[in-house]
C-alpha cells in the first residue's frame, strides 16, 4: 500500500532567473516549480517576467548574485561593474577598474571578486564598494574565476594556458600551473575538496 504522505504533491518553489544579452538587457524571471507525487518536476514549469533593463552600453558578458539573493552584479564588454538591488528592482551604482570586458564576477560573504581581460583579479568590499586590492597575474585574458567555498582563495583560467590561485585574505598570487590547453571555466565544489576545468572539447576534474 502506499501512504498518503509519498502521493501528496509538493508545494510549488519559486525560482528566480537572471539572464544578459549580446543586446545589453538584462533579463529576469520567476520560475514556479511543482513536483508530482514521485518526486518528478512538472513540465512545463510557469514562467513569470519580473523585468526588462537596459543594462549596459555593450553586452553583457558576466553575472553574479549575493548569497542572501539581496543583490545582482552585471559585467559588460562596456568595462563597467553594474550593481543591482533585486529586492527594489534599482540599479544601485557601478564599478569602474577594470580596463578590459569584465569577464567574470563571484560573491563571497562580504566580498565580490571581478575579472577582465585586462588579466586583474579585484576585490571589493560590498558594504561600500571600495576596491580593497587589484592583483595582475595572468598574461592576457581571464576566463573564468572561482572562490573558494571558505572565501580564502580563488582560481582563475585565462587565455595564458595558465591555472592561477589566488590568497584573497592577503590580495597576492599563491601558486600557478600549466594547462595543455585554454580553460574556459573553473568551478569549486560546494565541500571546497575538488574543482573542475572546463576546455573547448573536455573537462577537468
Known amino acids: 500500500a502506499t501512504s498518503k504522505e509519498s502521493t501528496k504533491a509538493q508545494e510549488p518553489v519559486s525560482v528566480h532567473i537572471i539572464a544578459g ?98 588579466g586583474k583579479i579585484c576585490i571589493w568590499r560590498t558594504k561600500d564598494w571600495e576596491c580593497l586590492k587589484t592583483i595582475r597575474g595572468h598574461q592576457g585574458r581571464i576566463n573564468a574565476l572561482s572562490i573558494h567555498p571558505t572565501g580564502k582563495l580563488a582560481l582563475s583560467v585565462g587565455s595564458d594556458r595558465r591555472l592561477r590561485s589566488w590568497d584573497l585574505t592577503r590580495g597576492i598570487k599563491a601558486a600557478a600551473s600549466k594547462l595543455l590547453a585554454e580553460g574556459e571555466n573553473v568551478l569549486w565544489n560546494s565541500q571546497g575538496n575538488e574543482y573542475a576545468i572546463v576546455y573547448a572539447r573536455s573537462c577537468e576534474i
Open 21 to 118: 544579452t549580446y543586446e545589453r538587457i538584462l533579463y529576469g524571471f520567476k520560475a514556479t516549480i511543482t513536483r508530482e507525487p514521485s518526486g518528478q518536476v512538472a513540465v512545463p514549469a510557469d514562467l513569470e517576467p519580473v523585468f526588462m533593463y537596459p543594462a549596459h552600453t555593450h553586452s553583457i558578458k558576466s553575472l553574479a548574485c549575493s548569497s542572501n539573493g539581496s543583490t545582482l552584479v552585471s559585467g559588460s564588454f562596456d568595462e563597467v561593474i553594474r550593481i543591482y538591488d533585486l529586492k527594489s528592482k534599482m540599479e544601485q551604482g557601478s564599478l569602474q577598474q577594470h580596463e578590459g570586458t569584465i569577464t567574470a564576477l563571484d560573491f563571497h560573504s562580504r566580498n565580490l571578486v571581478s575579472a577582465a581581460e585586462d
